[in-house]
């Protein structure tokens, strides 16, 4: 008699995880969602026999995955067919020369000395620092929320300035364990994975090639939208309600407290609490009352986008590994670029991906399935890119690179193409400014400045997700979820397991 409810607004990977937490604590779920299936930006879509994850391709920090699935009471590799894709990628720089990070030591060696004499040992040496930034930042700041300023500000946590290397800039940072400018950027480009440059990443971040070198970079058989099917069977086991084509207009508000949701056809929804899983500037830019929040996340710094090309082919592309990531020279002025001018590098670095690699089943036999990411600066909300110019660029620089690896005909044996460029993430997901990642990770919005898993005002409002605490990426949701769950079940007095 006596269950009380909550309304999730977003059926992204934060929200169905939320959704499952809550609901195993007895809460009455319900998760409202605008698209017509679930997992936002973890989405897929098939044509023709081709298979495509149009988000996340990268299965990252396995650990992370093992211990959320475990929390949610079941087995992530019960529910999972992984299997690990080494070497992860396959870099190829803009004078022909390749390097494939593999967690086999004796090829590291062979391939870092030839590049650059003796950087076999800085690899390792900036291997152990990542593994000690991995071990602190989840320890520390990723696996727990801050819910008071002194939580943050503590004298216990004086030690992370120095071992975490917070004010150091990652690419700078590099010059203590490489010489060559190929080799900072194989180990700095997935700062973009934040949002960041290296050029003003913390150092921090050494632990995300450390996670994917040690750890492992894996693939779910059936493509990544696999996890989200995963958690919905979860969400549904345990009583989760899902409304689907189901826009939420406005979280309905009293002084003190969140009522319930207006949906966009007019309905009045109520419940005990609200949890928004969509992306958080969007939130309090168009579901909440204009009160000044909304103005001070329009000034915080935002991820860049990117412009994905999905391809069916009619004949395979065996010379493409699962991940190949050409980086291109002039690394600094690309992330320039993005960064600061919001557009289209002139000589983009980017990724392709071809899943077909690791699962036959996702393409046709005899064809192909290839996915290319290119990034570029996210929406300038003073003036309007020409994303028409913008894309046909991007699709010349893709085969441009792809001539590196000998591949010179692709344009003739692309059957359809479907392109989703900074609009569409807005569009599709509501994500502010067609940000891939949401906020973006540096130094002022990481920890305590990361906004909130619940409302300061609003007590029974919370957050999920991306823009929230801890950040984005897949694994992160997850931890996201957990988070934000506590808190609700704290708040309403539930006792944990
Ligand atoms: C191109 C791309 C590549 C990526 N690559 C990787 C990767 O390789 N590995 C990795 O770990 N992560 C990757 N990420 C990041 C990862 O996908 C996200 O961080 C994660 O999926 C975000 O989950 P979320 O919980 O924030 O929810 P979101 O995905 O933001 O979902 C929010 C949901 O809310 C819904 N919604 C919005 N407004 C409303 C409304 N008014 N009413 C009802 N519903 C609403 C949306 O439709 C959406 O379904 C990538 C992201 C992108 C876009």
Redesign the pocket.
């Known amino acids: 008699m006596n269950q009380k409810s909550i309304l999730i ?9 939320a959704a499952a937490h809550l609901a195993q604590r007895g809460l009455h779920v319900t998760v ?4 017509a299936r ?6 897929h879509f098939s044509r023709d026999g081709h298979h495509f994850d ?8 396995p650990h992370v995955y093992e211990d959320e699935f475990a929390a949610l009471g079941t087995s992530l590799h019960s529910m999972l067919d992984l299997q690990r894709v080494d070497p992860t990628y396959r870099l190829v720089f803009d004078d022909g020369s390749h390097l494939a990070l593999t967690s086999d030591l004796k090829a590291m060696e062979d391939q870092l000395e030839a590049i650059e004499p003796n950087s076999f040992e800085g690899f390792l040496r900036y291997m152990d620092e990542g593994h000690r930034h991995y071990r602190e930042a989840m320890e520390h700041l990723v696996n727990r929320d801050f819910r008071t300023a002194g939580e943050f500000f503590n004298l216990r946590n004086v030690p992370l300035i120095f071992s975490l290397k917070p004010f150091s800039r990652h690419y700078d940072h590099m010059s203590a364990y490489f010489d060559e400018p190929r080799l900072k950027s194989a180990f700095t480009f997935q700062d973009v ?1 934040m949002g960041l440059s290296p050029f003003e990443a913390p150092a921090t971040f050494s632990m995300m090639p450390y996670t994917e070198m040690a750890h492992g970079v894996w693939y779910p058989k059936g493509g ?1 939208y696999r996890v989200v099917e995963a958690l919905m069977e979860i969400a549904r086991q345990t009583g989760v309600e899902f409304a689907f084509d ?4 406005q979280i309905e508000l009293n002084c003190t407290r969140a009522k319930g ?1 207006i ?2 056809d007019g309905q009045h929804l109520t419940a005990d609490a609200v949890l928004a ?3 958080l500037p ?2 309090y830019q ?2 909440l009352p204009s009160d000044g929040q909304a103005e001070q996340l329009a000034h915080k710094r935002y991820s860049c ?2 412009i ?1 090309f999905f391809w069916g082919v009619d004949r395979p592309y065996t010379a493409l590994g699962p991940h190949t990531l050409f980086l291109a020279d002039d690394y600094r002025a690309n992330f320039d670029e993005i960064i600061r001018d919001l557009t289209l590098p002139t000589n983009p670095s980017l990724y392709i991906h071809a899943p077909a690699r690791l699962d036959p089943a996702m393409a046709p036999a005899g064809e192909d399935t290839l996915i290319a ?1 290119v990034p570029v600066g996210h929406m300038n909300e003073h003036e309007d890119q020409d994303w028409k110019a913008l894309v046909k660029q991007a699709r010349q620089a893709v085969f441009r690179r792809l001539e590196l690896l000998g591949i010179t005909d692709l344009d003739a044996h692309i059957k359809f193409e479907t392109c ?1 460029t900074p609009l569409s ?1 807005r569009k ?4 502010a400014r067609g940000s ?3 906020l973006c990770h540096n130094l002022m919005q990481l920890g305590y400045f990361r906004p909130s898993n619940r409302h300061a005002r609003y007590h029974n409002l919370y957050f ?5 605490h801890p ?7 997850l931890i ?2 957990r988070l934000a769950a506590q808190r609700v079940v704290e708040d309403f007095g539930i006792s944990l397991n």
């Open positions: 607004v977003g059926a992204g990977l934060g929200g169905i995880a409202l969602e605008k698209n679930p997992g936002g930006r973890c989405d149009t988000g996340p391709t990268l299965f990252i920090m994975y990544l189901t826009a939420v207009k949701v949906l966009e899983n969509a992306d969007y939130v168009n579901l986008s990117v994905s990411v989703f993430w599709r997901y509501n994500l891939t990642h949401g999920v997700g991306a823009s929230t950040g984005t990426g897949m694994p992160t949701a996201s979820a």
